[in-house]
C-alpha cells in the first residue's frame, strides 16, 4: 500500500505553485487539467505538466494528473500530451461506469506498450463526484487492475443532487461512508473529501479524524497549510504503533499455546481487535514510521 495521506491539488497551469508543492514533504501532489484550469488556458496546463513532470524533481510526492472528464472531449488531448511524460498515474473525474475506467487503462497500456516500459505501472484513481457514480460503485471499484484508490468529491456531489452543503456533512455522509466502503470490500485506498475553509485548521482536523474514523486512508487538500495537519492525522501515534506491537506478540504467544480470544488490561482481545491493529502497522510502513 502506498501512503496517500494527502493528495494536494495544484493548477496545472501555474507553475509556481506547482514548484512551490515540490518542497512540501506531501504523499500525492495532483497537477490538475479539470476544474482548478480555466477552460481557455487547458492547452497551458498540459504543456507546463508536461515539462514538470519532465524536468521537476517531486522528492518522494506521488505525481498523480487529475484529466478532464471522458466524454467531455478534452481527455484525448489529456493523455495524449501527458501520458509521454511518464506520470505515476492518472486521476479520472466524475466516474460514473467502469468502461470509463478501463478505457482510460486501455489507452495507458498502448503507450506503456509503445515506449516499452512496464505494464501496469501508471495507476489509476477514480473520483467519485455524482449521484450515479455512488449507485454504480461496484462496476467502478471492481473495473480495473490499475485501479487504486477511489476520492470522494462532497462539492460536486451534492451540486448534482441538489443538496446544501454543511459543516455536519449529513447531506453526504452515505455517499461517503459508500466510497470507503466500496473502497474496502475491494481492496482500494479511499480518500476523503476536501475541507474547503482554508483559515480553520481546527475544522480541517477533526474531519479528518472522523474520515480516519470512518476507514479513509487520506484526504483531499487544497492548500499547503492544510498538508502538515491532515499527514498527521492519518500517521498513527508512536503509542499507536506500541499498542499494535504489543498487541500482536500476545496475540502470537496465545495462539502458540492454542488460545484463541484472550484479555488484555482488562479488554478482551479477538480476531477483529487483532486485524484492526494489523492496519495500523500497514499504514505505519506507508507513511515510514516502522
Known sequence: MRARRALLYTP???????????????DSICLDIEDGVADNRKSQARTIINGALTNQEFGGS???VRINPVGSGLEIQDLAEILPARPDGIIIPKVEYGDQVRWISAQISEIEKNKEWSHGEICIIAQIETARGVVNLQQIASAD?????????????????GATRTREGWEVFYARSAVVIHAAAYGLE????????LNDIDGLIGEAQQGMQMGFSGKQVI????VKPVQEVYSPSEEAIAQALRLLENFNIHQQAGQGAFAL???????PVIKSAERVLERARAAGRL
Open 223 to 226: 492548500h499547503p497549510n492544510q
Open 12 to 26: 496545472g497551469d501555474d507553475t509556481h505553485k506547482i514548484q512551490k508543492a515540490t518542497t512540501l514533504e506531501i
Open 190 to 197: 479511499a480518500i476523503d473529501l476536501v475541507f474547503t475553509d
Open 145 to 161: 487492475f490499475r485501479l487504486q484508490a477511489l476520492i470522494f468529491g462532497a462539492e460536486d456531489f451534492a451540486g448534482d443532487t
Open 265 to 271: 488490561d482488562g479488554k478482551m482481545v479477538d480476531a
Open 62 to 64: 506521488e505525481r498523480l
